[in-house]
């Protein structure tokens, strides 16, 4: 158990629907990384947020958007969905920081379905 | 932008035999992190060892080493006295150690299916 956890575990939806992906870092990190692995695409950074403030994006689709909130947890909104979207999308959080070496340490991941 | 590449997509190997998993990158920083994560089937990603590029020790956990040749920006990851529990997904990832932009994103190579034979 990495102490990182993600809800839902799976989601099964329709195309063009809206569905919220949540996550809660481990207690102290203040870094929350939103990652998509899918069959075509691999494992590929989405977005980062540190301590309430977004810090990095990755190859995020504008469909997609993400906030960390005052208690650190995060949230990954993805809307108008595409069967294309149908990946395990994972969060991962660390203590974060600009410089040094720390461990992101995953979730379990959401596995999200569009049919 | 930095990319991995993992040229085997699957590897297979005999229980208690040697198996060693290639990984390549490019990048043209000097300093960066290397990783290889097992993914099993439960699908969790867990980190099984790393790798800072300035130092020149190949790093080492248990049975997993690495051989990591800066110059030549390969780093591949040896499993020594393979069980059945080693069976996995296995990613090369890199991070840079300069948090351009503040980012600490690891990015991934397509990763390497590991099955181990009894």
């Known amino acids: 158990d990495s102490g990182v956890t993600q809800t839902p575990k799976h989601l099964i939806t329709a195309t063009g629907q809206r569905v919220t992906l949540r996550c809660s870092p481990r207690?102290?990190?203040?870094?929350v990384y939103w990652y998509q692995q899918s069959l075509d695409q691999g494992l590929q950074f989405l977005i980062q947020?540190?301590?309430?403030?977004?810090?990095a994006k990755g190859n995020i689709l504008e469909r997609f958007s993400a906030q960390q909130f005052p208690d650190l947890h995060s949230e990954l909104n993805l809307s108008s969905l595409e069967l294309g979207d149908s990946a395990l999308y994972f969060c991962?959080?660390?203590?974060?920081?600009?410089?040094?070496?720390?461990?992101?340490?995953f979730g379990p991941g959401t596995r999200l379905t569009v049919t | 932008a930095q990319t991995v590449t993992q040229s085997q997509p699957e590897m297979s190997v005999q229980e208690a035999e040697t198996v060693t998993l290639s990984c390549t990158y490019d990048?043209?920083?000097?300093?960066?992190?290397l990783f290889w994560y097992k993914q099993p089937p439960s699908r969790q990603m867990i980190l099984v060892i790393r790798q800072e590029a300035y130092k020149q020790q190949n790093a080492t956990e248990n049975r997993f080493s690495v051989n990591f040749q800066k110059a030549a920006k390969s780093f591949s990851l040896k499993i020594s006295d393979s069980q059945l529990g080693d069976a996995a997904m296995y990613f090369c990832a890199y991070r840079s150690a300069i948090t351009q932009g503040g980012s600490e994103k690891l990015v991934f190579g397509k990763g390497t299916k590991l099955t181990v034979n009894p």
């Open positions: 990048t043209s920083e000097s300093d960066y992190y």
């Open positions: 991962a959080s660390s203590v974060g920081g600009t410089s040094g070496y720390y461990e992101q340490y």
């Open positions: 207690s102290g990190d203040l870094s």
């Open positions: 947020y540190y301590n309430g403030e977004e810090r």
